[in-house]
């Protein structure tokens, strides 16, 4: 939901997206000075009514209602194309009606709901709506403050509604298409309520009834299904380990059908309460609107760790935010353009920009971090990276390194160590092992085919050819050096392409982006997320996760226990956040979207969520 003083002042706006909500509410009540004057002149009483013309229809005396000094009119326009519907006391002649600050305040704490109001069943959401009406009208009478508090408080009293299942119904044996897709997902006790809808048009409403170890429950909302927080976290607390049953009545043409039930099982591991993300549109050569994000997964609350577009003249590049061993004390994320370089947060200090990281004999600024678990010490990768454009290719674009290595960086004394590798090799997203003994990384072995060509043009020529694999390397935390390069794993072989391992936090898995070329997968239809047995050393597709779009950036939970990563699902141009749950036993079960307070949410957002990670705390906010 927006946020209120946005909208307040951009007001003009804000009305134009409200109006299915002002023709009841926009009505003032005239200051009838004149009337009160006469009164007093009559005696002291008021008129009860405005005085009548000579047709029998109420008089229009003119008046200026009081407004508040800040806000601006109601555009002319909208009056005028919404005038007719209102009553006519309070419209003084030449005088557009105008909106108080309180008003707006109870409009945007109300969520659109169109396909609401245009239901004919009575919902908690519409007894809400008319109270509210009421308490407004009471607002423009009594001017008081204290009306404002009882629309509050009515709201949180009403909360969610509890429809009535059902009586009269027609079984139908196949389940409607919801949106987002929570039918049989595993999901943690602690996660926020899975709201979802039904994805048909048709559809003129839906409830729910949910069952549960202590009882049932109804929810509907239009075609929406909205779980109050407070009741969803009982239930989930209470079914650990257990199932949530669901039964789905939907009404089309007037007659409500009941569809067969579903579960969402509630596992008993929790996830990590917080999730940071970058958004950014799905751009090639700009980056104009950028945030990095936390997202409290046991509610709906998001908010800013660092953006790119609040107080600053000149928009930057902003990426590859990571933390210590899922902490935010030890955080950092790069800022790139001019004045730019690597803001870093040691020990919970204020944040630092280190403009010069890059040193004479590296290949280019540190790019791809990776925290060691207890050591002051970073992995990056240095690449130079380049990109270019598909013309018969449902990928669209290609992102590839001419060069990369790794590289070493003590904090503590502020020193750059280069790790050696041969001239042809391409190492790239290192990733530590929970132990530290050990950095995990991609490698591709690529030889120019034309040496008298520059080398990112000749790998443009032969792009699918760049495939990379499964390497480590031992690493000494007495003289903070690491060995020699070993194969983990031979993705050439299956003429496959291996990027952004991460180890679980057991030591025991490694789950990677895999395509069939490249490393960097989102734009590719056919990436999914792999996931290595170093015991078995077997490779499990996770069929379960994965769909027939891209899937990238794959993560793990503090406990090992869920896989966050981004995925393309939806419509193969913009990256959601999908969870997993991974067992004990090592398998991953459905994925399920991140879940939002509007389930349209999605697909009304317009940015992509890149490299999702997450903490068990939330990051400080940070200023550029």
Not at 71 to 99: C, D, E, M, N
Not at 113 to 139: P, V
Not at 285 to 293: G, N, W
Not at 331 to 357: C, Y
Request: glycine letters at 6%.
């Amino acid at each position: 939901m927006p946020r209120i003083g946005h909208h307040v002042t951009h007001v003009g706006h804000a009305v134009a997206g409200h109006q299915q909500f002002l023709e009841p509410v926009l009505p003032l009540r005239p200051r009838r000075a004149a009337h009160r004057n006469a009164a007093q002149r009559a005696g002291g009483r008021l008129p009860l009514q405005m005085p009548r013309t000579a047709d029998g229809s109420a008089g229009r005396t003119a008046f200026r209602p009081r407004r508040h000094p800040e806000l601006p009119a109601v555009p002319a326009a909208f009056a005028a194309a919404h005038g007719k519907g209102l009553p006519r006391r309070g419209i003084g002649q030449g005088h557009a009606p105008r909106v108080r600050p309180v008003v707006l305040l109870v409009l945007f704490l109300l969520p659109r709901r169109e396909d609401i109001l245009k239901d004919s069943q009575i919902t908690n959401y519409e007894l809400q709506i008319t109270a509210l009406l009421k308490i407004c009208k009471s607002m423009f009478h009594f001017h008081s403050l204290c009306c404002l508090v009882s629309a509050l408080l009515l709201m949180s009293a009403c909360g969610i509604g509890h429809p009535a299942e059902p009586a009269d119904f027609v079984a139908d044996d196949t389940l409607p298409a919801l949106y987002p897709d929570y039918v049989d997902v595993t999901v943690p006790a602690n996660i926020a309520p899975l709201n979802f809808m039904v994805d048909d048009p048709s559809v003129e409403a839906v409830v729910v009834r949910i069952d549960h170890a202590d009882g049932s429950q109804t929810y509907g909302d239009g075609r929406k299904v909205i779980f109050d927080l407070d009741e969803w976290r009982g239930m989930c607390g209470r079914c650990r380990g257990s199932d949530l049953r669901l039964t789905l009545y939907s009404r089309s043409g007037g007659k409500w059908h009941r569809h067969p039930s579903f579960k969402i099982h509630v596992a008993a591991d929790d996830i990590d309460p917080w999730l940071s993300y970058r958004l950014i549109e799905p751009s090639y050569v700009a980056y104009e609107l950028i945030d990095i994000k936390q997202r409290d997964l046991t509610s709906f609350d998001e908010r800013v760790i660092v953006s790119n577009h609040i107080g600053r003249k000149q928009e930057k590049c902003l990426n590859c935010h990571s933390y210590q061993n899922f902490h935010t004390q030890n955080m950092l994320f790069h800022v790139r353009g001019a004045g730019g370089g690597t803001m870093l947060i040691r020990n919970g200090a204020p944040a630092r920009l280190m403009t010069a990281l890059r040193r004479d004999s590296m290949l280019s600024n540190p790019v791809y971090p990776a925290w060691h678990p207890t050591l002051p010490l970073i992995a990056f990768s240095t690449n130079h990276t380049g990109q270019f454009f598909h013309t018969q290719d449902a990928s669209k674009i290609e992102v590839q390194d001419a060069v990369s290595e790794l590289v070493l960086y003590d904090v503590e004394r502020d020193s750059m160590l280069r790790v050696p590798s041969a001239a042809e090799d391409l190492e790239s997203f290192p990733a530590w092992t929970p132990d530290g003994r050990q950095l995990y990384y991609v490698s591709a072995h690529y030889v120019p085919h034309d040496t008298t060509m520059q080398i990112d043009r000749d790998m443009a020529n032969h792009y699918q050819e760049v495939q990379y694999n499964l390497c480590y390397r031992d690493f000494d935390s007495v003289c903070l050096t690491l060995g020699e390069p070993h194969l983990l794993l031979d993705l050439q072989s299956m003429n496959r392409s291996a990027t952004l391992p991460r180890v679980s936090p057991d030591g025991r898995y490694v789950i990677f982006a895999c395509g069939q070329f490249g490393c960097f997968h989102i734009w590719h239809p056919d990436a999914d997320i792999r996931c290595l047995d170093l015991r078995t050393m077997t490779v499990d597709s996770l069929a379960d996760v994965n769909s027939p779009r891209a899937e990238s950036y794959p993560t793990w939970s503090s406990n090992g226990r869920w896989i966050i990563f981004a995925s393309r699902r939806d419509d193969g141009n913009y990256s959601r956040v999908c969870i997993a749950h991974f067992d004990a036993d090592g398998h991953a079960h459905k994925a399920f979207a991140l879940p939002h307070a509007d389930p349209e949410h999605d697909r009304l957002l317009l940015r992509s969520y890149n490299r999702p990670e997450p903490m068990v705390e939330p990051a400080p906010r940070v200023e550029l």
